[in-house]
């Protein structure tokens, strides 16, 4: 009878023993699953946003988009920004173009695409509206259709759309 319960306290030795080697690695599991998903956040974190600014309104519009622009790479200076135009939105792109209350936008044209923020222009528009290409700013590239343009970035490239 002495040899059946030392036998029976043995094997709960055994089990309990057992349960405590299986908690640290249910532990490490654990620890490996949270430092995986802060891996994956990190590289969420990491990763470059890329947006297309869609402008198709006239000049008046352009001083708020811009400075929408500039507040976004402000929050987020790796941001990869397009600033696509068409139709009125192409006119702030032209030299010499000024606002209602006569703001030139040259000067912030070239501060953004200094910071990496592009700017393109819808050929259809200039075809249309009779515009010269040596009229547009040196930072303007000109792309067959603007819509086309906004459309591909999305589809393709896996760029957000923001129409401010």
Not at 55 to 80: E, F, G, Q, S
């Amino acid at each position: 009878m002495y040899k059946f319960i030392g036998m029976l306290a043995i094997a709960s030795l055994a089990t309990f023993a057992h349960a405590q080697d299986a908690k640290p690695a249910q532990s490490t599991a654990a620890v490996k699953a949270s430092a995986a998903k802060k891996t994956s956040t990190t590289k969420v974190a990491e990763k470059t946003v890329k947006v297309v600014y869609h402008v198709n309104t006239d000049v008046n519009t352009v001083p708020a988009i811009l400075n929408n622009v500039r507040n976004h790479l402000n929050a987020d200076p790796k941001a990869k920004i397009v600033v696509v135009t068409h139709g009125p939105g192409i006119n702030f792109l032209i030299q010499d173009a000024k606002d209602s209350q006569g703001r030139e936008f040259s000067g912030s044209v070239s501060e953004l695409a200094s910071r990496g923020v592009e700017f393109r222009v819808c050929n259809n528009t200039l075809t249309s509206r009779n515009i010269d290409p040596g009229t547009l700013l040196m930072e303007a590239k000109i792309v067959p259709s603007g819509v086309a343009e906004v459309a591909r970035l999305q589809a393709l490239e896996g760029y957000v759309y923001l129409k401010p």
